[in-house]
T-cell receptor, first 112, second 116 residues
Framework: GENVEQHPSTLSVQEGDSAVIKCTYS??????FPWYKQELGKRPQLIID?????GEKKDQRIAVTLNKTAKHFSLHITETQPEDSAVYFC???????????FGRGTSLIVHP | GAVVSQHPSRVICKSGTSVKIECRSL??????MFWYRQFPKQSLMLMAT?????????EQGVEKDKFLINHASLTLSTLTVTSAHPEDSSFYIC????????????FGPGTRLTVL
């Protein structure tokens, strides 16, 4: 089955810096890669996603890149703010199998 | 759109009792619902997947007699933790997907279960 590795497990940055979270996946058939943000005690919320026919997608301060050949994808947050502090999960799934495999999560701490 | 509610948000029960958690899709028809368990500072662990009107598919290691899942309608799924024990204490989160966006999951707010 699919295996998703996520790094780092913890990321501490100063407000205004950029943050990058990286994930790798094992199943070359995976073609959908969502990212979720989960604040403490709350539900995971989809913040951005990318499909395998696209190499990069951007939404304001958040961007995701995908390298199909290397089987890795990354989340980039620019101009970080304290409210970006949360746990971020990457996931991978494939068409026809709608069950995603989640990474272990990255705890992002943005210091004011 | 794509709102999923979960009830109750918190529950405390005595060991040996059963607890039912409801998951509802409020503004769309959820053809598939998922139940996850999350331990502190850990990732989401998929427990089971259920499609409306059919039996749930449980992940390896999840006891189907312990965690009863019912998906009776396109907007409601329930998880019943039977004969709960302290080790069942956890954060339980449901999610739902619709027929037109099968790869996108919308999560409920979660239920914090504490078994004394």
């Amino acid at each position: 089955g699919e295996n998703v590795e996520q790094h780092p497990s913890t990321l501490s940055v100063q407000e205004g810096d950029s943050a990058v979270i990286k994930c790798t996946y094992s199943d070359s058939a995976s073609n959908y890669f969502p990212w979720y943000k989960q604040e403490l005690g709350k539900r995971p919320q989809l913040i951005i996603d990318i499909r395998s026919n696209v190499g990069e997608k951007k939404d304001q301060r958040i961007a995701v890149t995908l390298n199909k050949t290397a089987k890795h994808f990354s989340l980039h947050i620019t101009e970080t703010q304290p409210e970006d502090s949360a746990v971020y999960f990457c996931a991978a799934s494939k068409e026809g199998s709608y069950i995603p495999t989640f990474g272990r999560g990255t705890s992002l701490i943005v210091h004011p | 759109g794509a709102v999923v509610s979960q009830h109750p948000s918190r529950v405390i029960c005595k060991s040996g009792t059963s607890v039912k958690i409801e998951c509802r899709s409020l503004d769309f028809q959820a053809t598939t619902m998922f139940w996850y368990r999350q331990f502190p500072k850990q990732s989401l662990m998929l427990m089971a997947t259920s499609n409306e009107g059919s039996k749930a598919t449980y992940e390896q290691g999840v006891e189907k007699d312990k965690f009863l899942i019912n998906h009776a309608s396109l907007t409601l799924s329930t998880l019943t933790v039977t004969s709960a024990h302290p080790e069942d204490s956890s954060f339980y989160i449901c999610s739902a997907s619709s027929a037109d966006r099968t790869d996108t999951q919308y999560f409920g707010p979660g239920t914090r279960l504490t078994v004394l």
